[in-house]
């Protein structure tokens, strides 16, 4: 046995960002503050960083750096989508719930976007 094939690979996971556009359908009024958490408790945030100046997404749309994969990005969206129909899942005129969604991974990002002036949107320990 040479010395090379005791030596275990190294696969080492980079970090990719996501971006979600998530739109609940028949919502109430809160519902979408109430998504917010959920999607911030699952590390999705509504602005982005570019050299060092935070800019807001637009209204339903989240950013996530992540190692995981698509399909776990998938999951975590989905995980707070549905906490929030949980919540109640019948709107205040007695119609269901739902929600759509679809997830991107970012190679290359262009966009016109505002500096954002609220931190409650960065990630925990960001800041302005």
Known sequence: MTFAS??????????????????????????????????????????????????????????????????????????AAQAVINNKPLNDQQQPKDYYFIITQAVERGYILPHTTDPTKLPPGASL
């Open 6 to 79: 005791q030596l275990k690979p190294k696969i080492l996971k980079t970090m990719a960002s996501f971006t979600t556009r998530l739109e609940l359908v028949n919502p109430d009024s809160n519902d979408y503050d109430l998504l917010h958490q959920e999607m911030r408790d699952r590390q999705f945030y509504r602005a982005i960083n570019y050299c060092g100046v935070w800019h807001d997404l637009p209204p339903g749309e989240y950013d996530r750096t992540s190692t995981g994969t698509l399909d776990e990005i998938y999951s975590d969206a989905g995980a």
